[in-house]
């Protein structure tokens, strides 16, 4: 018989991981279904469970998404994570799947496409939704231009480079992140030389042109 699939489902929102869970539970491939609300209880979860595939989402308080990507594939490098995000922008895509992500789909898909996903990836596949494979596929990066350089945000950059884009205060972002101020200013910097820019006016504009600023006004929608 074959083995049936574990799944930690990680999402702040407790209504939103009921519906998940409803979802996943349809199928007979899929036996527990654990719950975590937050990056860092997912890591706690992950070696306490060990489940065969994490179900992510990326927008979350505390250390965020990326950043548990980053802490799960330390606890466990071959680690199976599918992204399941409201954002459907190629730089969050490229960045989850260059972190350890073996799949993405965005929150809107049809539940036999969740389904689909965690089937895929817990039998050591990957899995892609459709659209985005397209948008990935006819978008090669040039190594050389703005999406690049934000590819080299550390996954702490990328979250601060966000809240800064948004328009949030360096004391605002060190508040949401629960960092110093002094730690985000040193962030702060970093991504500047990191984007060869200067100014945060610059930031916001990179942000722009790279459909940041739509990820980010979808989030807080």
Excluded: W
């Excluded at 860092?40 to 927008?59: G, H, R, T, W």
């Excluded at 985005?132 to 550390?154: M, T």
């Amino acid at each position: 018989m074959t083995k049936k699939i574990n799944v930690l489902l990680v999402d702040d929102h407790a209504v939103v991981r009921t519906g998940y869970k409803t979802y996943l539970s349809l199928s007979d491939k899929i036996e527990n279904i654990h719950e975590a609300n937050s990056g860092e209880q997912a890591c706690q979860l992950y070696k306490q469970y060990m489940p065969d595939i994490v179900v992510l989402d990326m927008s979350m308080p505390g250390i965020g998404g990326f950043e548990a990507i980053r802490r799960l594939m330390i606890i466990d490098p071959k680690c199976k994570i599918l992204i399941f995000s409201i954002h459907d922008e190629l730089i969050y895509v490229t960045r989850a799947i260059k972190s350890g992500a073996k799949g993405y789909i965005i929150k809107n898909s049809e539940p036999k496409i969740l389904i689909s996903a965690v089937c895929a990836i817990a039998q050591g596949g990957t899995f892609i939704a459709p659209d985005l494979a397209q948008k990935l596929a006819i978008n090669q990066v040039d190594s050389n231009d703005e999406s690049h350089h934000l590819g080299q945000l550390s996954p702490r950059e990328f979250d601060i480079f966000c809240l800064l884009a948004k328009g949030k205060t360096t004391r605002e972002a060190s508040e949401n992140l629960y960092l110093s101020y002094k730690t985000v200013c040193n962030y702060s910097t970093t991504i500047k030389e990191k984007l060869n820019i200067k100014s945060l006016a610059e930031m916001t504009l990179i942000a722009n042109r790279q459909g940041v600023i739509n990820m980010l006004q979808k989030e807080s929608s």
